[in-house]
C-alpha cells in the first residue's frame, strides 16, 4: 500500500492510501453484450472504404503541424513550460480542517479507503496526485467515528461553483459542457 | 447553456424549474505539446498489428521467415472519418452487422453473472407528468458523510411564483439543517434519470438562504453510492 504523509498543525502522519473504492466494488456491475444469431459481437470502426477494423488495431501518435511523428515535444501551459508536480506519495500533503458543507459543492470522482490513526474526525481539505501531473486534483480526507470505529476515506473531484439566485436571474453560471421500480426502497443504491 | 425543466413537488404544491449542472470553480489547466515546429496534434492511425495474430504465440522460426504479426498495407493509415461498427470477430472478412440483440448481463460484486436481460435505455424522468418528490429527510451532516456524489445541479426559478416556491423549500432545508432525499414515481421512491440513455441517481436536495436573507441556493446532489468499504470477501474452508 502507498503511503501518504499527512501534515496537520505542524503534526506528521502516516496514512496507508488502500484500493480505490467503486460502485462496482460494492454493488456488482452492468455490462452489456451485443449478439446476434448466438455470436458475441464486438465494437470496432468502419472505415469511409467499407473495411472494417478492430478497435485494438487503433494507435495514436503525436505529430506536428507539418505531420512529422514529434519528437521531444516540451509541455507548456498558456506561453511558460510546464512543470511536472511530484505525486502525493513522494510529498508531504497539508491538511486544513474545513466545515463538512464543503461536500454540499464538491463533485467526488474518486474514493480511496486510508488507514491513518490520530486524526479527529471530520473534513480536512487537501490535494491529491496520483502520479506526477501538471495540476494535482482538488481533495478531502473525511475521517467519521473515533477510536477502532474511526473510518478515514480520501475523496478526490473538483468544487463546483454554485452561487446564491435572487428574484432576478443570470443562467450563465450553469456549465454549458453538461449536457423503474414502484416501490424500491429509496436508499437502495445498488439500482441494477 | 445546459437547463432543463424539472417538475417538482413541495408543501402539498408542485412546479416546473430549472435545473443545471454547474461549472467547475477551478479552471482546467489545458497542457500543451509544441515542438520548434509548431502545436503537437493527437492523430488517431491504425496499428501496425495484425489483429488475429498474437506475437506472443508466434514460434522463433516463424518470426524468422516472415513478419506474420504485422500488417504493413494498414499501418499508419490515419482515421479521420470513421463509424461506431458491430461485426463478428471471429468472421475472415469482418463485415457490420445491422441486426443484433444488446443484452445486459448483471454481475455482482465478485463478478459473479446475477442476471441477463434484454438493454432498455433509461429516458430522462425530471419532467414528467408525476413531479419528483420528497422520500424522507435526513441530517445534513448524516447525509454528507453516508453518501458519494458524483455530480452536482442546481435548482433555479423561472418566475416569481417558482421563485417563492424555490426559496421556501430551501429556507425549510436551511432552517432544520437537514437534506432532502427525492425520487420520482408515484410515492418518490424510484432513482433519477438527468439525461436520455442515462445513469439512475439517488438524489439529494441541499437548500440554503444568503446571509442577507434574500437569496437562495437549491442544489441537487447525485449519489450512485454509499461511503462504505466492500464486504469482505467469505473464503469457505
Known amino acids: 500500500m502507498p503511503a501518504l504523509q499527512l501534515l496537520l498543525n505542524g503534526a506528521s502522519m502516516t496514512a496507508q492510501l488502500r484500493n480505490k473504492v467503486t460502485k462496482d466494488d460494492l454493488y456488482g456491475s452492468v455490462k452489456r453484450v451485443v449478439e446476434s444469431e448466438g455470436r458475441l459481437l464486438e465494437r470496432g470502426y468502419l472505415l469511409p472504404d467499407g473495411r472494417t477494423i478492430r478497435r485494438t488495431q487503433v494507435a495514436y501518435a503525436s505529430m506536428d503541424a507539418e505531420g512529422s511523428v514529434a519528437e521531444d515535444p516540451t509541455t507548456y501551459i498558456g506561453e511558460q513550460p510546464a512543470v511536472q508536480i511530484p505525486s502525493s506519495f513522494e510529498q508531504d500533503c497539508p491538511l486544513a480542517p474545513v466545515p463538512l458543507q464543503r461536500l454540499v459543492h464538491f463533485a467526488v470522482g474518486d474514493v480511496y479507503a486510508l488507514d491513518v490513526a490520530g486524526l479527529p474526525a471530520g473534513l480536512y481539505e487537501t490535494s491529491f496526485n496520483y502520479r506526477a501531473s501538471y495540476a494535482p486534483r482538488e481533495a478531502f480526507v473525511l475521517v467519521r467515528g473515533s477510536g477502532d470505529a474511526a473510518e478515514a476515506f480520501l475523496l478526490v473531484g473538483d468544487t463546483k461553483s454554485a452561487p446564491f439566485v435572487g428574484q432576478t436571474l443570470s443562467y450563465e453560471f450553469f456549465d454549458a459542457q453538461a449536457g423503474a421500480e414502484e416501490d424500491t426502497d429509496p436508499l437502495d443504491f445498488s439500482m441494477m | ?237
Open chain 2, 1 to 237: 447553456m445546459a437547463m432543463d425543466k424539472m417538475h417538482l413537488e413541495f408543501g402539498g404544491k408542485s412546479g416546473h424549474v430549472l435545473v443545471g449542472a454547474l461549472p467547475s470553480v477551478r479552471q482546467a489547466v489545458k497542457p500543451v505539446l509544441r515542438t520548434r515546429h509548431g502545436s503537437v496534434g493527437r492523430v488517431r492511425l491504425v496499428g501496425g498489428l495484425q489483429p488475429r495474430v498474437d506475437p506472443a504465440a508466434l514460434s522463433a522460426d516463424e518470426l524468422v521467415r516472415g513478419d506474420p504479426e504485422l500488417d504493413i498495407a494498414m499501418a499508419g493509415v490515419t482515421l479521420e472519418e470513421t463509424m461506431g461498427a458491430y461485426f463478428d470477430p471471429a468472421a475472415e472478412t469482418p463485415e457490420p452487422i445491422g441486426h443484433f440483440q444488446q443484452t445486459e448481463v448483471v454481475l455482482d460484486a465478485l463478478g459473479n453473472e446475477k442476471e441477463r436481460r434484454p438493454f432498455q435505455p433509461r429516458a430522462r424522468n425530471l419532467d414528467t407528468v408525476t413531479p419528483i418528490k420528497i422520500a424522507r429527510r435526513l441530517p445534513l451532516a448524516q447525509v454528507l458523510t453516508m453518501f458519494v456524489f458524483k455530480h452536482c445541479h442546481q435548482i433555479v426559478h423561472e418566475d416569481s411564483l417558482s421563485f417563492d416556491f424555490l426559496f421556501n423549500l430551501a429556507k425549510d432545508l436551511h432552517a432544520k439543517g437537514e437534506m432532502a432525499l427525492i425520487g420520482a414515481g408515484p410515492k418518490g421512491a424510484q432513482p433519477l434519470v438527468v439525461r436520455e440513455r442515462g445513469q439512475p441517481y439517488r438524489a439529494f436536495l441541499s437548500g440554503e438562504i444568503s446571509p442577507a436573507g434574500d437569496q437562495y441556493r437549491l442544489l441537487m446532489l447525485l449519489s450512485d453510492q454509499e461511503l462504505k468499504l466492500p464486504a469482505p470477501i467469505e473464503v469457505d474452508v
